[in-house]
């Protein structure tokens, strides 16, 4: 890689203020002062310095957000603020997040400029879950739960797979407390006086608006949604709305062994579009085609 390319994505500077620190022989690899910044290095190996300060730089980043609502999960969006301009961190370029919430749903995202792993992570194939809270208009049935959980028809060619859901049971466990811990984040307010339940919802796939149109199905309504985990990795507590953190190296082997063992049953896969790579049926990806036809 290219010296001023490495220094500008470690967040030294621009291309131009790097070129005249090396001018200003202030730059070293492994040791000797370099001079031109169009020099290649490999950034895998050498040590590089400025002023003598060791420069850190990683290939890829990764936050975890917890999105507020009112924002949108599309990298550009008219005049509405994304979820990119919430981590304003402006030297790392290409974020993407992994998957998409609804512009009302709060919670869990991951951002990262690691394109393989979002596909991973979307792939169908993979089956990575992710965990929501709903609070629900109307106190829901056993029935109505097992429903969901077998899978319900929410217009798609296919039913949704089979999913989990439960209410929060007293159980002393490191993910009952967890989950008890962001629960009792759930925002209050004016929607909240709607809330007649609370389910807690794990899905296998992420399709559009799904939480909400499964709970159509059987006759009720989201009413407030946050995803609280993706895989293995659960929803830092301590991150108010709006704030967000660098995954460590730790979250990051939990996000990466987050797969689960199923047969894949439906006919999605991921699809690379100008807002990221989005999972969707074929039938999703033609009509998402024949929009972007017309508009164009
Ligand atoms: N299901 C929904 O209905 N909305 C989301 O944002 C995520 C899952």
């Not at 200003?24 to 040791?31: C, F, I, S």
């Not at 962001?182 to 809330?195: F, H, K, L």
Request: aromatic fraction near 4%; proline fraction near 3%.
């Amino acid at each position: 890689m290219r010296l001023d390319k490495y220094l500008a994505t470690a967040g030294v500077g621009s291309r131009k203020e790097v070129k005249i620190l090396c001018r200003k022989q202030r730059v070293a690899v492994n040791g000797e002062i370099v001079r031109d910044s169009d020099a290649d290095i490999d950034e895998n190996n050498d040590i590089v310095t400025v002023d003598g300060v060791k420069v850190s730089w990683k290939a890829h980043h990764y936050y975890m957000l917890c999105k507020p609502a009112g924002v949108v999960s599309s990298t550009r969006e008219g005049a509405s603020t994304t979820v990119i301009d919430l981590v304003a961190d402006e030297n790392v370029k290409g974020l993407s997040p992994v998957g998409r919430l609804d512009k009302d749903t709060t919670g869990l995202l991951i951002l990262t400029d690691d394109g393989p792993l979002i596909h991973e992570l979307l792939s169908p194939k993979k089956h990575v879950e992710k965990e929501y809270i709903a609070g629900i208009k109307d106190r829901i049935s056993d029935a109505d739960m097992k429903r969901l959980e077998e899978g319900v028809d929410i217009g798609d060619e296919e039913p949704t797979l089979p999913a989990k859901v439960f209410r929060l049971q007293k159980v002393g466990t490191a993910a009952f407390l967890q989950r008890e811990r962001i629960s009792a984040q759930m925002p209050a307010g004016e929607s909240t006086e709607r809330v007649a339940d609370e389910i807690h919802i794990v899905l296998h796939e992420g399709r559009f608006h799904q939480v909400k149109r499964m709970l159509e199905a059987v006759g009720n309504e989201v009413v407030t949604l946050k995803r609280i985990r993706m895989g293995n990795l659960w929803l830092d507590e301590n991150l108010g709305e709006g704030e967000y953190r660098e995954l460590t190296d730790d979250d990051l082997k939990l996000l990466k062994g987050s797969g689960s063992d199923m047969d894949d049953l439906t006919d999605r896969q991921v699809y690379e579009t100008p807002i990221g790579p989005v999972c969707m049926s074929k039938r999703e990806y033609a009509d998402y085609l024949e929009e972007k036809a017309m508009r164009n």
